[in-house]
């Protein structure tokens, strides 16, 4: 932090940074699907029947590179793939079911 830097400031970046991440179509509800277990790519897709494939695979790189996604290689025959929340998406997820609660109530 520079001098000319404030605590304010740096907390505001970062608040800034989280909505930025959360705030793109489709990230919390890729969140929520992970949060009782791991599911592979096809799950995620049939419980986000409206998002795209492409899309699907672009937010999954999106939330792995942020840490809040794991990808899982399993070597069993067949060889497949699932997706984790990492304990920071753990976290996410549950400040995530605050705002699904406040939108049970009021919408």
Known sequence: MTHKETH??????????????????WMCLIVHTLLKEPKRFSEIHAFIPDLSKRVLNE???????????LRNVIL????????SLTKKGVELGRAL???????EKWF
């Open 59 to 69: 937010r999954i790189k999106e939330l792995e590179e942020c840490g809040i996604i």
């Open 76 to 83: 069993d025959r067949p060889v497949r793939t699932e997706y």
């Open 97 to 103: 079911q605050e705002v699904e609660a406040w939108a």
């Open 8 to 25: 304010d400031d740096k907390i505001c970046s970062k608040v800034e940074e989280s909505y930025h991440i959360i705030g793109k179509k």
